[in-house]
C-alpha cells in the first residue's frame, strides 16, 4: 500500500508551507499559499484531511 505525507516547510520568505508527498517522491499537492505560521499551516492541513475525502471531481470552463 502507497502511501503520501504531509511535508512542512519555509519558504525564502520565511512563511510556512505544506506538501503532500507521495511515497514514489512525486508532489500530489500543495498549500498553494503562505502561513505566518507553522500552527497556521498544521490548521490548513487538517482542513484538507477533513475535507477532501469526499470532495466531488467536477469540470470548470477553460478560463481565458
Keep these: 500500500m502507497s502511501k ?3 511535508e512542512v516547510y ?4 520565511d512563511e510556512w508551507r505544506w506538501r503532500l508527498v ?4 512525486n508532489i ?8 505566518a505560521s507553522r500552527q497556521k499551516c498544521e490548521q490548513g492541513i ?3 484531511k477533513q475535507n477532501a475525502p469526499g470532495a466531488e ?3 470548470v470552463a ?3
Excluded at 507521495?22 to 517522491?25: S, T
Excluded at 500530489?28 to 502561513?35: H, K, L, P, V
Design 4 to 6: 503520501a505525507t504531509f
Design 10 to 13: 519555509t519558504n525564502h520568505e
Design 62 to 64: 477553460d478560463e481565458e
Design 46 to 48: 487538517e482542513s484538507v
Design 28 to 35: 500530489i499537492a500543495d498549500s498553494g499559499e503562505g502561513y
Design 22 to 25: 507521495h511515497d514514489n517522491g
Design 57 to 59: 471531481i467536477v469540470t
